[in-house]
């Protein structure tokens, strides 16, 4: 099957100490039929272009300015698109990856193309999951309307199935928690997803992630409120689901949810019914 296979990221100076990890992951890839594509956000283009070298795989730099964070990743679809991909796999330049993340996802791309959107395990340093379960599907978007675990650091796009208008209507949204964003707009959009399985995502939580550091504590139920009252809201107009979630949290009409386990901020909290 002749396909362009794209792997794209954002990469940015306060990640720099990561860099290294980041690339030597995607180098070591099993599968090598692919292209990398990296939107530059802050960094020394030169120095990044000299470190670049001692990898083996092609790469394109792109220096884009005056953008936010959302803008470079909205960029990043559409250059993609642009360039003809088929399969855009995304990832975090902070984290790095299973070896055979690439060839799993490609496979799993291959085998069934009527879904849009394809997610992979996330592992801490220490080789635990993030989450105990992932689906096997999400086909709904009140699957991820309390939580998310769906990613730009653990999941890839069938660009086939995104159009241009698509893309452009994603640059209304002024809030910084993009993926789950996206994946709620691809979800609304009628899109499935797919769990690939076997490879994963090395996932490096720390204070600077949007979820911040792991506990049930006053400091990370604040932050999951807020993240989720701005998620609501970014999406009230495009269904009746998020004009309702978004008043339960405006009337603080949750409960804290009591686990044995520790868990992230996208799961401390569940609205009431």
């Not at 220096?63 to 964070?69: A, D, L, M, W």
């Not at 360039?83 to 330049?93: K, Y």
């Not at 653990?154 to 993926?179: K, P, R, V």
Request: proline share 1%; charged share 30%.
């Amino acid at each position: 099957m002749d396909m362009k296979i794209l792997f794209g990221s954002v990469v940015y100076q306060a990640a720099e100490k990561y860099l290294d990890d980041f690339f030597s992951s995607i180098d070591k890839q099993i599968m090598k039929d692919f292209s990398v594509l990296l939107l530059d956000d802050d960094m020394d283009l030169r120095m990044l272009r000299k470190r670049l070298l001692q990898y083996s795989f092609h790469v394109d730099v792109i220096h884009v300015q005056g953008k936010t964070p959302v803008q470079l990743r909205i960029e990043l679809i559409r250059k993609a698109k642009q360039e003809g991909a088929d399969l855009l796999v995304l990832g975090d330049c902070d984290d790095f990856f299973s070896n055979s993340r690439v060839v799993d996802i490609t496979n799993t791309y291959v085998n069934y193309p009527e879904y849009t959107f394809f997610y992979n395990e996330l592992k801490n340093e220490d080789g635990m999951k993030v989450m105990p379960e992932l689906p096997k599907y999400v086909n709904n978007f009140k699957e991820i309307g309390e939580y998310n675990f769906l990613g730009l650091s653990n999941t890839a796009l069938n660009i086939n199935n995104i159009s241009f208008e698509f893309i452009d209507s994603l640059e209304e949204y002024y809030f910084n928690i993009f993926d789950w964003y996206l994946f709620s707009r691809l979800l609304l959009d009628g899109k499935c997803g797919k769990k690939v399985e076997r490879c994963s995502t090395i996932y490096r939580l720390h204070e600077n992630n949007i979820a911040g550091i792991q506990g049930l504590n006053n400091k990370n139920i604040k932050r999951e409120i807020e993240i989720k009252k701005k998620h609501y809201e970014s999406l009230r107009k495009n269904n009746i689901y998020y004009e309702e979630k978004y008043e339960q949290y405006q009337k603080e009409n949750y409960s804290v949810l009591k686990r044995k386990s520790k868990y992230y901020w996208w799961n401390l909290l569940k609205s009431m019914n």
